[in-house]
């Protein structure tokens, strides 16, 4: 079951002057006039459990399981040696399968997952015997951590954003940081979708409705700032393009918008950096969060 909510002002700075960058029969991508947040309204809230089903994690996460976790040591874990020394303990919010905790582990550190899928989250303590709660980080009690992460989820939170970004603050420890891997896709990328043929290939190609939020280095940090947390850098990263071969396209037409979506991506937001890595400390002047 889904629920269609309209998002009349801009959910980081709450102003309500925007203009559209892409617009279908239903869906907009809204930029903000002041912050320069692109997002997307209406917002559809699916339940959990249809989003993200085991049949999800099994065709989509699984098969290209030890790529993954190559990716994630090759492309990730040299930023955090910068911010945090092995034997720093990491909390991931919203794991999944646990392939980033895994390249973390192997690198030394102290590990902890959560996740709402209870498939993904058995799957993290089973198979790799790592500590993993179920449920939603805002609905649990976890602290004394020296870095938290979100990878790939920032852009798809249904939950208030302050709400979450105040709950990470306090669950972290003095001197703690957040890492956020995300998307990097600059606001000529929802307008040249706009133009694409049909709007089911538009929608494919934005990850509507399941994407609520286009982030670039100009407008994270407003975002993270206005949250407590006081932004040390950004780097772009690569994209997962190695990870497209574990994925099965079952219909020839899918296969073939997923590579119109990539040369896209490719052609408007860089060659191959169409992500990017944001570390921001923890402001231990700023309030925290009742």
């Known amino acids: 079951m889904a629920e269609d909510i309209p998002v009349e002002a801009c959910p980081d700075c709450g102003r309500a002057d925007s203009r559209d960058l892409y617009r279908d029969s239903k869906y907009s991508f ?3 006039a002041g912050c320069l947040s692109i997002y997307c309204s209406p917002r ?4 959990f ?3 993200y089903s085991e049949g999800y994690y099994r065709a989509s996460y699984l098969p290209r399981e ?3 976790i190559s990716y994630y040591g090759r492309e990730i874990m040299p930023l955090v040696r910068k911010h945090l020394q092995p034997g720093g303990r990491i909390l991931d919010i919203g794991c999944g399968t646990g392939f980033f905790l895994k390249a973390a582990m192997d690198s030394g550190y102290r590990v902890v997952g959560v996740e709402p899928s209870a498939f993904a989250s058995e799957y993290c303590r089973s198979h790799w015997g790592m500590e993993c709660h179920s449920g939603f980080f805002e609905d649990l009690s976890l602290g004394g951590f020296d870095l938290i992460v979100l990878m790939n989820v920032f852009t798809q939170l249904t939950t208030d954003k302050k709400i979450l970004l105040g709950k990470i603050r ?5 001197g703690g940081k957040i890492l956020i891997k995300t998307i990097c896709w600059n606001r000529a990328y929802p307008i040249v979708c706009g133009m694409l043929p049909n709007e089911a290939l538009q929608r494919l190609c934005l990850h509507i409705p399941l994407q609520h939020y286009i982030y670039h280095d100009r407008n994270i940090g407003p975002c993270l700032e206005g949250s407590g947390f006081t932004v ?3 780097e772009k990263c690569a ?3 190695s990870l497209l071969r574990g994925m099965a396209f079952g219909r020839i037409r899918l296969s073939a918008a997923i590579a119109i979506k990539w040369l896209l991506l490719k052609s ?5 950096k169409t992500d990017m890595l944001v570390v921001a400390a923890k402001d231990r002047t700023a309030p925290e969060s009742g």
């Open 49 to 51: 459990d249809d989003a």
């Open 170 to 174: 306090e669950s972290l420890n003095p």
């Open 232 to 234: 040390s850098a950004i």
């Open 44 to 47: 559809t809230v699916l339940e």
């Open 30 to 32: 809204r930029e903000c």
């Open 239 to 241: 994209g997962e393009w």
């Open 268 to 272: 408007l937001c860089g060659p191959v």
């Open 66 to 68: 030890q790529e993954t």
